[in-house]
C-alpha cells in the first residue's frame, strides 16, 4: 500500500512538473494577445477526466457553463480542451471555419472501425465517401425500402410480445442492426446477416474497453472479430462482383466507384465504411427509440394522442394488406414531433469532439492548435433561452421550427449525419406498428440513466409487450 502511494504521489509531481514546463514553453508560444478561454484543468495529467465520469456527465456540463459561460477550458481523457455551449460557437466549430477543425478519434477506436471509415477524414477522400453515402441514403433511395422495414419491424414485434420481460434497448438494437444491413447490402442471406451479426456484437463490446492488445482482453476479442469481418466482407464483395449485380444500396454505390483518374476503392475501404456506417447506425437509433417508449409511458395523454393518430392512418387505408407507403410516412405530424422532442430531450449525442488544425481565435479567446474542441449540443438543446422549460416533454414545441443552430441532433456541417432520413423513417415505421398493435408495460425502475456510452434509461428499460389485435 505504502509503496504504491509513494509511486502514486511521485507520479503526480512528475507530472506537475511536466506539465509546468510544458505550459511554460506553450505560453511563449502564442504571441497573439488572446487569452484562453476561462475554466479549470483539474489535476495535472488526468485534469477533470474523474469529475466528468463520476459525477453525472450532463451536470458537470451544466455547472460548468453556469460558472464560466459558454466558452470554457478543461482537461479530459489526457486533452486540453475547450468547450462551447452556445449556437453561433457550434456554427463557428462545424459549419462557418470548419476547415480550421479536424475530427479526431483515439486511434485504438479509429483501428476497431477501420481506418479508411469517412468520419476520420477531411478533404476530398472525405467529400467523395459522403457523397456516396448519402446518395445511398437519400429518401428517393430509403422510401423503397419501406415494405422491407416494414417487415423487419413486425417480425420484431412479434418476437418480443412472447409474456417475457425484455430489455428495450437490446431489443431496438437487433432492430436498427436489421434495417442498417438491408440499406447497406439490400438483400443478404442469412448466413452472411449471422456471421455479420455475431462477429460485429463481440467488436462492439471492445470499443469502450481498455486498449490493451494481449490475448483474452476484450479489445483483443474485438480486433479479431474485425479481421473476420473483413473476410465475410470479402466474401459477400467477391460474390456480388461475379454476378454483376449494380444495385442501388450502400455496397452497390462503393463497388462502382470510380474517382477522376478510374480508380476503384480498395476492399479496405469498402470494409471500413461498411463498419463504420454499420456503427453510426446502430446504437443511436436504438437509444432514441428506448427514450421515445419511456417518454411516452410517461404522458399517458400524449401516448393516446400518438395511438389516435396511427390508427387513423391503418383506418384510412382500405384493403387487408395495409402497408405503409411514403406518402403515409409523411402524414404523421404528432409522432414525427415525439421523434424530434425525444431526440432533443434525450440528446443521445450530446457532444462531438473536434481538433485544432491552428491556433484559433475565437470571440477574443484562443483555442490552441492540437487542443479539442467540444460543440456541447445538450447544453444546447436543454438551454432555457431556446427550449423553454427544457426538461418538460412537449413535441408541440416544434409546431413552430427551432431558431438556427439550436437543434443538432445529427450535427450540422459537413460531418452531418448522412442516416438521419433513414433514421426517422425507421422510427417512424416501427412506431407506426407497436402503436396500433402492441400495448407495452414497464418492468421495475426506470429512473436512473445509463451510459452504454450513450445515455439510456437504467438496465436498458425492461419492458412487457402484449399484442392488441
Ligand atoms: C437517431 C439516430 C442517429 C443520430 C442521433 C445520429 C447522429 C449523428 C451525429 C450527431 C453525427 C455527426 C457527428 C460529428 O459531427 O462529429 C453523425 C454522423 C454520421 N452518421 Fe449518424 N446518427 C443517427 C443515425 C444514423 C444512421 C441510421 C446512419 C446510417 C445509415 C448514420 C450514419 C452516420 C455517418 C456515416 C456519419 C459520419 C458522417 C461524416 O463524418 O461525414 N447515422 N450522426
Ligand atoms: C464470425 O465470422 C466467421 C467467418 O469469418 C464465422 O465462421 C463465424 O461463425 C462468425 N461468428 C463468430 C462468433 O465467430
Ligand atoms: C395483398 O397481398 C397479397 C399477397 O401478398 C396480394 O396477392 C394482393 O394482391 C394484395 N392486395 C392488395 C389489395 O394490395
Same mark, same amino acid.
Given at each position: ?76 481523457? #489526457? +486533452?486540453? @480542451?475547450?468547450? *462551447?455551449?452556445? !449556437?453561433?460557437? $457550434? ?114 463490446? #471492445? +470499443?469502450? @474497453?481498455?486498449? *490493451?492488445?494481449? !490475448?483474452?482482453? $476484450? ?120 421523434? *424530434?422532442?425525444?431526440?432533443?430531450? $434525450? ?123
Amino acid at each position: 500500500m505504502k509503496l504504491c502511494s509513494t509511486i502514486f504521489y511521485s507520479l503526480i509531481f512528475l507530472c506537475s512538473l511536466l506539465s509546468y514546463i510544458l505550459f511554460k514553453k506553450e505560453k511563449r508560444r502564442h504571441k497573439s494577445r488572446a487569452r484562453l478561454p476561462p475554466g479549470s484543468m483539474g489535476w495535472p495529467c488526468i485534469g477533470e477526466t474523474l469529475q466528468m465520469y463520476t459525477q453525472d456527465p450532463n451536470v458537470f456540463f451544466a455547472s460548468k457553463q453556469k460558472r464560466y459561460g459558454d466558452i470554457f477550458k478543461t482537461h479530459v481523457l #489526457g +486533452y486540453p @480542451c475547450v468547450m *462551447l455551449a452556445s !449556437p453561433e460557437a $457550434a456554427r463557428f466549430v462545424l459549419v462557418s471555419h470548419a476547415h480550421l477543425f479536424k475530427p479526431t478519434y483515439p486511434k485504438s477506436k479509429e483501428k476497431l472501425i477501420g481506418p479508411s471509415a469517412l468520419f476520420f477524414h477531411t478533404g476530398n477522400y472525405h467529400a467523395c465517401m459522403r457523397k456516396l453515402v448519402q446518395t445511398s441514403f437519400s429518401p428517393e433511395v430509403t422510401r423503397k425500402l419501406i415494405p422491407d422495414i416494414e417487415r423487419l419491424a413486425v417480425s420484431c414485434l412479434e418476437s418480443w410480445a412472447n409474456g417475457q420481460v425484455i430489455n428495450t434497448f437490446l431489443a431496438m438494437k437487433k432492430f436498427a442492426f436489421e434495417v442498417g444491413v438491408l440499406s447497406i447490402f439490400g438483400q443478404l442471406n442469412k448466413k452472411y446477416t449471422d456471421e455479420l451479426k455475431e462477429n460485429y456484437s463481440i467488436l462492439e463490446k #471492445g +470499443y469502450n @474497453c481498455f486498449p *490493451l492488445k494481449l !490475448p483474452g482482453t $476484450a479489445y483483443h476479442k474485438s480486433l479479431m472479430a474485425r479481421k473476420r469481418l473483413n473476410q465475410i466482407l470479402g466474401e459477400i464483395v467477391r460474390e456480388r462482383m461475379e454476378n454483376k449485380l449494380s444495385a442501388n444500396n450502400l455496397l452497390g454505390h462503393l463497388l462502382n466507384f470510380r474517382d477522376e483518374k478510374g480508380n476503384i476503392l480498395s476492399e479496405e475501404q469498402i470494409a471500413d465504411n461498411i463498419i463504420g456506417v454499420l456503427f453510426a447506425a446502430q446504437d443511436t437509433t436504438a437509444s432514441v427509440l428506448t427514450w421515445i417508449l419511456k417518454y411516452l409511458n410517461g404522458n399517458p395523454k400524449l401516448l393516446d394522442a400518438v395511438k389516435g393518430e396511427q390508427k387513423a392512418i391503418l383506418e384510412s387505408e382500405c384493403g387487408e394488406n395495409r402497408s405503409l407507403t411514403w406518402a403515409m410516412t409523411r402524414k404523421m405530424p404528432l409522432t414525427y414531433r415525439v421523434i *424530434l422532442e425525444s431526440l432533443r430531450k $434525450a440528446s443521445v449525442i450530446s457532444f462531438t469532439f473536434r481538433e485544432a488544425a491552428e491556433d484559433v481565435e475565437y470571440e477574443g479567446y484562443l483555442i490552441p492548435k492540437g487542443w479539442k474542441v467540444m460543440p456541447l449540443f445538450r447544453n444546447i438543446h436543454h438551454n432555457p433561452e431556446f427550449f423553454a422549460e427544457p426538461g418538460n416533454f412537449d413535441p408541440f414545441r416544434f409546431e413552430n421550427p427551432p431558431k438556427p443552430y439550436t437543434y443538432m441532433p445529427f450535427g450540422s456541417g459537413q460531418h452531418a449525419c448522412p442516416g438521419n432520413e433513414l433514421a426517422k423513417l425507421e422510427m417512424l415505421i416501427l412506431l407506426h406498428h407497436m402503436l396500433t398493435k402492441y400495448r407495452w408495460e414497464l418492468v421495475g425502475s426506470a429512473n436512473l440513466i445509463q451510459y452504454s456510452p450513450f445515455p439510456i434509461p437504467e438496465n436498458g428499460l425492461r419492458a412487457r409487450f402484449k399484442k392488441e389485435i
